[in-house]
């Protein structure tokens, strides 16, 4: 199971034939609805606002993801990050875009990818978020604006640090360098860890005015 070994016509999960990137059994094994906290998406069985999140309630209003980054989703996504795989976001947003088409009633004015680095996104030659964030708005029909804010500090990956950590490494990462005049946005990520980079974010577009902040996701990490 890794892109290495993985092609088109199989499932890259079980690799029985599919016309999409991954079969329908396995997308109804592994992007099964779980009860989460509307906020910060953890999961809890109440699907109540959870602890955390009553007590340092984070700048964005709610998140909402498909999956949990656990095996074997977690590949899937290492594989369209490290294993030059972009497409593979394609059939993640469709999912993510007819779960959203289900709940979400009242779609956000914009949609705005988490900035990649300069140097990384040279490095790797595509930003996975703003492909997923194009995706979003073609299927959705809402517009994506990514030249708000700018990544101003390179960051190390969020998954590789301890809880403590992520917040020190992002804290400051982002700068506003547009105007944006928007009211409701939505914040796209491929993963969401303990969600301080999509908090970054969202407190530079309060903080400019902006009322109703969402964040969009394939996949949330567990244990926090
Ligand atoms: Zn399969
Ligand atoms: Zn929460």
């Not at 289900?102 to 300069?118: E, G, I, K």
């Not at 030249?147 to 809880?163: E, F, G, S």
Request: glycine share 4%.
């Amino acid at each position: 199971m890794d892109a290495q070994h993985w092609r088109l016509g199989d499932c890259f999960f079980c690799k029985s034939p599919t016309a999409d990137y991954f079969c329908e059994v396995c997308e109804t094994d592994f992007f099964k609805h779980k009860p989460r906290c509307p906020v910060c998406a953890s999961i809890n069985q109440s699907g109540l606002i959870c602890g955390d999140c009553l007590q340092k309630p984070p700048a964005f209003d709610n998140t909402f993801v498909i999956t949990d980054y656990a095996y074997p989703v977690d590949r899937y996504i290492q594989s369209l990050k490290y294993h030059d795989r972009p497409e593979f976001i394609l059939h993640c947003a469709q999912l993510l875009a007819n779960r959203l088409k289900q709940q979400v009633f009242h779609l956000p004015d914009t949609l705005v990818p988490v900035p990649l680095h300069r140097s990384r996104q040279r490095q790797r030659g595509y930003n996975q978020s703003q492909i997923l964030a194009k995706q979003l708005s073609r299927l959705l029909g809402v517009t994506m604006h990514d030249k708000d804010i700018v990544r101003t500090r390179k960051t190390v990956p969020q998954t590789d640090l301890a809880l403590e950590r992520r917040k020190k490494n992002v804290k400051n990462a982002f700068q506003m360098i547009g105007k944006p005049n928007v009211e409701h946005i939505a914040i796209i990520d491929d993963v969401i860890t303990s969600g301080s980079t999509v908090d970054e974010i969202a407190r530079l577009y309060k903080r400019s005015g902006c009322k109703e902040i969402e964040v969009w996701a394939i996949a949330k990490t567990v244990d926090e």
